[in-house]
């Protein structure tokens, strides 16, 4: 089975690259979007690269990378009623939604901003230039391999 790539938003303030680096590993708690948890459950492996990236930030983009550490399982957090997260249609028995586990890779330098990657032409087929919204999405892994190169050298 091949690896796949992926890139993943979280607001700065809310956990950043550095955060992650701080704790080795988290989970992924909290994506209430159905297009995003049906990538998380049915699509991520273990192992996969991720592209770590700084959304609502001053620049928004790439901070960094990780890995999945732990596939698709159902977040507790939608049953917990205490949790921001918690959603009273979702059924243990019958999760509505899942997240990963990742783990930390790398923090770069700098960000690799959102206005330097839609200036490369190879990367103005990405889902993040086409439908910057979606907080979890695929990319290539030439994609990643040009963010990465980008990021160790901002």
């Known amino acids: 089975m091949s690896k796949s790539y992926w890139l993943m938003k979280s607001e700065e303030d809310v956990y950043s690259i550095r955060d992650l680096e701080r704790d080795g590993r988290?989970?992924?708690?909290?994506?209430?979007?159905?297009?995003?948890?049906?990538?998380?459950?049915?699509?991520?492996?273990?192992g996969d690269e991720v592209l770590f990236y700084h959304s609502n930030a001053k620049p928004a983009g790439v901070a960094g990378l990780a890995r999945v550490a732990r596939e698709g399982y159902p977040d507790p957090f939608a049953f917990d009623e205490k949790s921001r997260y918690f959603d009273p249609k979702s059924d243990p028995d019958e999760p509505r939604w899942f997240m990963v586990d990742l783990e930390f890779v790398e923090a770069f330098p700098g960000v690799v901003s959102l206005e330097a990657i839609k200036s490369l032409a190879e990367l103005r087929e990405m889902t993040l230039v086409k439908r910057a919204r979606l907080s979890v999405q695929p990319v290539t892994k030439e994609e990643f391999g040009i963010i990465r190169k980008m990021g160790r050298t901002v």
């Not at 988290?26 to 273990?46: C, F, H, I, P």
Request: hydrophobic residues 35%; neutral net charge; glycine residues 4%.
């Open 26 to 46: 988290t989970s992924w708690e909290g994506v209430r979007n159905y297009e995003a948890r049906n990538l998380m459950r049915d699509e991520m492996k273990a």
